[in-house]
């Protein structure tokens, strides 16, 4: 009997040592709980990806480091980190309950090198690191310390948008490349929308055209208008539709100087003796060279003023003597240029309506978009003709804006047929309609990245002003949503069947996790040109040739002597405002 109660007593013994006594643990353990109670599991040497388990306490035997990470992806861990060289009963303090998710374990010596932990110097945070022991003993920082969340070391993902119908998904929201961070903020000096080149350029060939008069003395193929090109540009298409921007040059007299904005935040100077004193109206010249063109004189911006240097130099011509001697707008063609002209024939009303719309602008901003030629008939002036976008924005309060957007397929007819092109290449006539009209618009939205349904967004709707042969798309008259989480941050509203619409380089602004940027891009087409027929018929001497046209043929290469029997060619415009406004969120349950 005394035997089995001495036996009791000692295993008695036994079971309370096993119970108070710190157990020896030769491998970095974690625990399900805190104070180191629930399940358990031993950790190897090296990265360790936890997924079905979540600890918040953790075991470190000396001589080893457990680093801590709150997240894991296949670059490895990071988020909120810490080095660890001692248990820890409560991960929470570090901010890591139950939110790890990687753990590197390592020796805290390795080739007479020694592990530094992560401290705070003065309000900043030092990374753990390997230093050489030293003379006096190394810092001993004995006070772990979390660090800032530190970034994924995996490359920022690509944003992907998918277009389906009427909606615009993105699916992978990632920040934007370079090339679209830079395309954004080009367009800052055009107001916020890019015209028809954020497609590219469009060739206009080296052809010049020539000039119909209305005087049996004069003959129509005297050449007027010719391409201009920069001198030292070897590119393999160097006569090309161009963007001018700047600002509606004032009514002022000769031996003028004055101040105009640079498009860079800033003012630059002009003058000259160059008379300013055609600020926009629409022409109203008869007789020989009749002209009732929209007139828009423009003093470009900095990065504009390209179109004024290596444009042709001011000439006296012969073809302008020849016009002087029938037209009284005589020019010695002696002052240097300090503006653009830019002109295009419409409507009447069209042409009207931008008229006493521009005047109140004069010396504010505008943007234009067409063939960048010189006329003979001005002492070869550089001008955007036919301009076949003009567009111009006026900011409201806050962040809404109101886009003045109007695209033209000019009705002067002077530049629509190849024949009445001269010399050079010919790809297609400058004005011939029909012209597409590309508007990319500039967007910034804030979301919520928590909560990006709840976020709200930007309204773009669209008011008609006039229109003249635009053409409809099928199916196209409904709201154009861009979405992401379930929550629309863009939309647009057209109220017409007249666009298509794309929502192109999107991204989130570098830098940023919360706002959302890219172009609401809407493209539509004016102008009409049809087949008649599919013969037409051409002397060779005094013999009649016919040559046959295929149906569904393209104007711009059948022959150009039948190319006026074989195609009918109508003008078009579509002058409308887009309105940008704030939609509110809705508040987060």
Known sequence: MRRWVFAAIAVGVVVCHAVLAQPTVSSVTIYERKNFTGR??????????????KPQSIRVPAGQVAYVYQFVDAAGGYGISVDLLEDRRDLSEFGLAGDVAFINVFPASRDNFIWARGSKSSGQFVPGHWERPRARGNPPNPVAVASPPIPSRLPPPATVVIGSGSTWTITTLGPQSQLDDSRWASASPTMGVIGSDFRGVQDIGSGHFERASNNALIPDWIDFWFPNKQPRDHRSVVYFKRTLAGVITPKVSKNWTGKVPDGRGGVR??????????????ANINGTYPDHDLNIDVAPFVDYMYLIRDSHKPERSTMLAMKDLVDSDHDPCTDPFIKVEAEVDSGNTAKKFLADALLPRVGKPIAIYGPWIYDIGHCDHPEIHPAEQIWWTENGAGTSALYHLNVFADASKRFWWRSQMDDGTKPHPWGAPPISGVFAIAFEVPIDPNHPSTGGGRKFEVSTVDQWNVRSIPNANQTFNLVYGGGTIVSFVPHSDLFKVSYENVGLKPGTTNVVRGFLVIELTVGLVKQVATKGVVLNGTQQQIINVPQGADPDKVDQRIEKQIFQKEEGHYVFTVTRTDVPGTAVK
Request: aromatic share 8%; charged share 20%; no cysteine.
């Open 269 to 282: 100077t002009i003058s000259g003796t160059y008379d300013l004193s055609d600020v926009p109206h629409v």
């Open 40 to 53: 358990s599991q031993a950790l190897a040497s090296g990265d360790n990806r936890l997924t079905d388990f």
